[in-house]
Each structure stands twice: as structure tokens, then as C-alpha cells.
């Protein structure tokens, strides 16, 4: 509490604002809920990747045009490892920074159901583009995703900066993903 409104004075704005942002100690859901609620629809999102290039790799995707900077298909997993293991680290912040009561409540579910869009549209990017070789549709995907993950990194920060950190990574190999996407197009 404020110390203004400790000493009996009426709140200023300020200590308003103070109030409306705080986020409480501790979370408000057991460990364990926070972790499968953070690591399942991240896990399903990278399965859903591995399984929409696997079989597309070698084939058509090997046989696409593709600009100098394509990385070798062996950086694309590693990448992708790393960065699912830091998305599932941030939404398990975030699902911890769950503010118990309050004005800021609102804006919680509104990050974490930007969070869940922007796993969403991840989800979505690799069937598109890889499955059914909708490189334009991929573009519109990516460019999306793109949008989301920063408008994540944005609300997510008000309640966990680390989670917001944990995902500029993201953020950048997104923006790199919608370059080489949209190489892609222009080329094929």
C-alpha cells in the first residue's frame, strides 16, 4: 500500500497507478498447473512444426529458390529448440505473474491471450507454408505472428519484464522468418 494512503491521506494518482500495476508475491496457481499450462501448447506447437517439415524438407522445399541469406536447414531446429524452450520459460512467468485481484486482472488475461494467439498463429505458420506450399498464405501468417509476438512483448512487460525479454529472441527470428518468407515468394 502506498504510503500516502497508509497514513490516512486520500490516494493521489500516482499511488493509484501503483496500485492498478502491482503485481503480487507468489502465484496464484500451484507450480505444476503453471508448468503444464506453460509447456503443453508450446510442445504441441513445436510438434505440429516437426511433423508439417519433416517429410517436406527433402522435397519440395529443397527444390524452392531461395535467397543467400537462407540459413543451412540444420540451424532451422537448433533455432527453433532454443527459442520454444524460452517461450514456454515466459509464459510460465507470465502465468505466474497472474495478479490475484484488481484493476490490472484485465490486462493480464488480455497479455496472456495475446501469448496464446501468437502460439497460435506459430502453430499455424508451419502447415501453411510447408504442408499445404501456400508461400503467400505463409506470408500473411508470418506477418501476423510477427505483429502478435511484439504486442505480446508489449503487455507482457507491465507483469513480468524477464518474460517480456525471454521473448524479443523470438520477436527477431520472426521478423528474420518474414524476410526469408517473403524472399521466397518474390523468388518462386
Request: charge should be positive; hydrophobic fraction near 60%.
Given at each position: ?6 497514513l490516512?491521506n ?14 503480487p508475491?507468489?502465484s ?6 503453471r ?24 522435397g519440395w ?7 543467400a ?19 514456454a520459460?515466459?509464459l ?44 503467400g ?7 501476423m ?5 511484439l ?8 507483469f513480468?519484464?524477464l ?6 529472441p ?17 523468388m518462386?
Open positions: 500500500m502506498p504510503r500516502a494512503v497508509a490516512g486520500p490516494p493521489s494518482e500516482t499511488d493509484v497507478m501503483i496500485t492498478a500495476t502491482q503485481v508475491e507468489g496464484a496457481l500451484p507450480r505444476w498447473l508448468l503444464a499450462a506453460a509447456i503443453l501448447p508450446v510442445a504441441v506447437t513445436a510438434a505440429i512444426g516437426s511433423v508439417a517439415t519433416q517429410a517436406e524438407i527433402p522445399y529443397a527444390s524452392l529458390n531461395k535467397p541469406f537462407n540459413p543451412p536447414n540444420w540451424v532451422f531446429p537448433v533455432a527453433w529448440t532454443i527459442l520454444y524452450t524460452m517461450i520459460i515466459a510460465w512467468r507470465l502465468i505466474g505473474a497472474m495478479p490475484r485481484t484488481g484493476p490490472s486482472r484485465e490486462g493480464w488475461w488480455l497479455a496472456l491471450a495475446a501469448f496464446l494467439i501468437q502460439i497460435a498463429l506459430n502453430a499455424a505458420w508451419t502447415p501453411v507454408f510447408f504442408t499445404a506450399h501456400a508461400i498464405t505463409g506470408l500473411v501468417v508470418v506477418a505472428l510477427l505483429v502478435m509476438v504486442w505480446t512483448i508489449r503487455l507482457t512487460w507491465r513480468d519484464r518474460a517480456a525479454w525471454l521473448l524479443v523470438y520477436a527477431v527470428w520472426v521478423a528474420f522468418a518474414t524476410l526469408l518468407n517473403a524472399a521466397i515468394l518474390r518462386n
